[in-house]
């Protein structure tokens, strides 16, 4: 009779147990986060389906190893966060499964945070997740989309793509104790396009900063793939010791993985396929007992901070922050097909004066049969120890101790992880079709039509305006789509844009996010009627913007903006162009600049334009610099600008005491070549660079009739 109240009571038990567990279903977020402080372990929570905006999930729950608390999506992917939402998780062994955030932002914060006010989370996952696009209205405002604190948790099978805002994709901070030696893992993601910032501070991960360097993490980044991830030049940035990067694929990513600071970080079986992409770089070391292994890289087209293996230059006593000596490394078994740089001593300077040291070079393989040289010695490299390694490079006769020439056929190509196999399953990680290109063609005579067929064009569609138009605007035409405006013939009877707005501080035409320009056969008139406001500029992007823009300008004329701080073109503070295209256009009577794009003064590294190309114009009578390019201090965490100015001419322009007719800071590659100055730039320079000395800058084939000359940096050395 005992057994069987026993037996009765153990049934009872499981019975109650087992309801315990079933799944509940929610609709309300807030409601859910309340149900999950009373959670059991191995409850489950169900979101219901459904678009739900302005969220803020708070999720706290404790469960255990063998029965973690689960809340999930009721389908993959059908639970979507929009608005200004956002989701901070902590405690125990609590799991969050297949959400979808996507138009919106964060609004304050990281959008995911393994932390909920003073508690952090341990032993929590996340997985299934998708972050698209998610990024506030101002591409200056610094945010994370994912911020680890903790302990043991993992963050794997998600996609984040399409980040455009400043700040690092996702980040592991160490700045206490309870989040150091972490032994997280970030794995199986895929981390998809994230586009040239033009700042530092947009990387795609960073594990620790300067401040924490030399604290242990021991993260784990595995299997992960990374996709034209081109934020800036450290892609994955380790800041920390004895962290593990294994198996990952780093497919046309401009920039590199970058062992920053710390020490004893291993780094082995990692892919990076570059295809010939510019920038596209692989491994840079700084530090001690690194070991890099097992890693094979191809068609990589990066050089110095971007080299397919870039071993730094140190500064001795260095601060924390700056760099310290490559020390007892060891780089081993590492394949290098058609790599165009790999560089020893990168960095040296009057600073960084260390060379590597203690550190081996082993048993790895190059081949490139267009390469003359095996690496660039940037500094002595007597403190690496070159042993076993084999080459076919082009140069076959080169005789260097530790290398050894053989005839070799490209070793077969099995990547560690596939594509498909990262990310959230439910999510088609594929690039989207851009759609059927519109080829719809509008003619328009008037502004009032102009903005109409601008409003309802689709991308690529063509607006022409008919010659002779006045096109009097009273507010900006604003482009946010691929549009090409053209006038209706390519002779001197030109449509002319003036600007009689009541308004000041606006320009004619103004380009907004993902807006793409193509214009042609434009008069731009910046002198106003009577009793009306005048525009600041003919071309200008928006003051804030979300994304980047780009611009071809050919065949148009800027004429009369009278003003200071007015100019042709002009860009803004926090505004990025991917490219500036300017082709036979002229600048005229204008008391500003003639192509402006020196609006960020911070002197952070920040610019406003990656290319930029002037073909083929000329400039008179500019009272400031016919073109103006800012780049300001001592950042080294991007690739651009990149300046090409040809076969133009500038005339009575710039003369005032410490003026430049071009007028070029910080640009990191100029190629200029066939300018006539005419009585230009003669109380300071007709050409001027603010330039570092390994700076890419050519100059050939300019005249000077009674103008100043060149002035840069390694002329006065």
């Given at each position: 009779?005992k057994?069987k ?16 567990n079933?799944s ?10 309340s ?11 169900v ?15 404790k ?27 902590a ?5 969050i ?9 964060s609004?304050?914060g990281?959008?995911i ?13 996340i ?6 696009s ?13 911020a ?5 948790n ?9 980040k ?5 994709t996702?980040?592991v901070?160490?700045?206490?104790d ?20 033009g700042s ?31 934020g800036?030049?450290e ?15 780093f ?35 700084v ?14 087209t ?11 230059n ?9 760099y310290?000596q ?22 040296k ?20 049969r ?7 010695e ?7 120890n070159f042993?076993g ?10 005789k260097?101790?530790?290398?050894e ?5 490209e ?6 992880i ?10 088609d ?20 039509t102009?903005r ?16 002779s ?22 002779d ?10 009541s308004?000041?501080?606006?320009p ?6 993902g ?7 434009f008069i731009f ?21 979300s994304?980047k ?12 903006f ?5 100019a042709?073109?002009?860009a803004?503070?926090?505004?990025f162009?991917?490219s500036?295209?300017?082709n036979?256009c ?19 590294g920040?610019y ?5 190309v ?7 009578k ?6 103006n ?6 950042d ?6 990149s ?27 100029a190629?200029?070549?066939n ?5 230009s ?18 100059i050939e084939?300019?005249?000077?009739n ?5 002035r840069?940096?390694?002329l006065?050395?």
């Open positions: 009779m057994n109240k026993i037996i009765f009571f153990f049934i009872s038990f499981l019975t109650v147990f087992s309801a315990c079933k509940k279903n929610y609709s309300s977020f807030d409601e859910l986060s149900a999950l402080k009373n959670a059991l372990p191995g409850d489950t929570f979101i219901k389906n459904g678009v739900y905006k302005d969220i803020v999930f708070r999720a706290y729950a469960g255990t190893a063998e029965n973690p608390i689960v809340v999930m999506a009721e389908t993959a992917g059908q639970v979507r966060l929009e608005g200004e939402s956002n989701l901070k998780i405690g125990e062994y609590l799991e499964h297949n959400l979808y955030f996507v138009n919106g932002f609004p304050e990281p959008v945070e393994y932390r909920l006010d003073k508690e952090v989370a341990n032993n929590c996952r997985t299934g997740l998708v972050i698209e998610y990024n506030p209205k101002d591409r200056s405002s610094s945010n994370s989309w994912v680890f604190y903790g302990k043991n993992r963050f794997d099978h998600n996609t984040l793509f399409g455009q805002n400043a700040g690092t996702l980040i901070e160490l700045d206490e309870r989040n150091r030696e972490n032994k997280h893992s970030i794995d199986h993601n895929f981390f998809g396009k994230r586009p040239n910032y530092n501070g947009s990387e795609t991960m960073r594990v620790g900063n300067s401040t924490y360097s030399l604290a242990s993490s021991q993260t784990q980044i595995l299997d992960n793939w990374f996709e034209h991830c081109d800036e030049v892609h994955v940035s380790i800041k920390s010791n004895d962290n593990y990067i294994a198996r990952n694929v497919f046309e990513s401009s920039g590199e993985l970058v062992l920053r600071h710390g020490n004893g970080n291993v780094v082995e079986e990692n892919f990076f396929l570059g295809n010939r992409k510019p920038n596209t770089g692989g491994i840079r070391i530090g001690e007992d690194h070991i890099v292994r097992r890693n094979y890289l191809k068609d990589l990066g050089k110095r901070f971007y080299a397919a293996l870039a071993v730094m140190a500064v001795p006593n260095s601060l924390i922050n700056r310290h490559v020390k007892n490394t060891q780089i081993m078994e590492n394949v290098f097909i058609d790599c165009d740089n790999i560089e020893f001593g990168v960095g300077d009057n600073e960084r004066t260390l060379p590597p040291t203690e550190t081996i070079f082993s048993e790895n393989i190059i081949i490139n267009n390469a003359m040289e095996l690496f660039i940037n500094d002595d490299v007597s403190g690496i042993s390694n084999i080459f076919d490079i082009k140069n076959s006769t080169i260097r101790e530790g290398f020439y053989q005839k070799l056929n070793p077969d190509l099995t990547l560690p596939e594509r498909g196999d990262c990310g959230a399953q439910w999510f990680n594929q690039v989207k079709d851009e759609g059927v290109i519109s080829a719809k063609k509008y003619v328009v005579s008037d502004a009032d102009f109409e067929v601008v409003t309802e064009a689709d991308d690529n569609d063509t607006i022409i305006l008919k010659s138009s006045d096109i009097l605007l009273e507010e900006p035409i604003v482009i946010e789509k691929h549009l090409i405006i053209r006038a209706e013939s390519t001197d009877d030109k449509p002319i844009i003036r600007y009689i707005g308004v000041s501080g606006n004619m035409i103004q380009i907004t996010d807006g793409n320009l193509k214009l042609s056969g008139n910046g002198r106003p009627a009577e009793g009306k406001s005048r525009a600041f500029a003919g071309i200008a992007p928006a003051k804030v913007m994304g823009y780009n611009a071809t300008i050919e065949n148009c004329d800027f004429i009369y009278e003003e200071s701080t007015f042709g073109f002009k803004q503070k926090n505004t162009a991917d500036l295209i300017f036979n002229r600048f005229q009577n204008i008391s500003g600049e003639g192509i402006s794009l020196s609006a960020e003064k911070d002197d952070t920040k406003s334009a990656e290319n930029v002037i073909d083929n114009c000329h400039f008179e500019i009272l400031g610099s016919s073109v390019i800012y780049r300001g201090g001592n080294e965490s991007t690739s651009g600008p300046i090409y100015i040809t076969n133009s001419t500038f005339t009575d322009s710039s003369n005032q005491e410490r003026g430049s007719t071009l007028r070029l800071i910080g640009v990191q590659k190629r200029i070549s300018l006539i100055f005419n009585n730039g003669r109380g300071g320079a007709s050409i001027l660079f603010d330039e570092f000395a390994w700076d890419d800058i050519q084939n300019i005249t000077y009674h103008s100043g000359k060149v840069m940096n390694r006065y050395k």
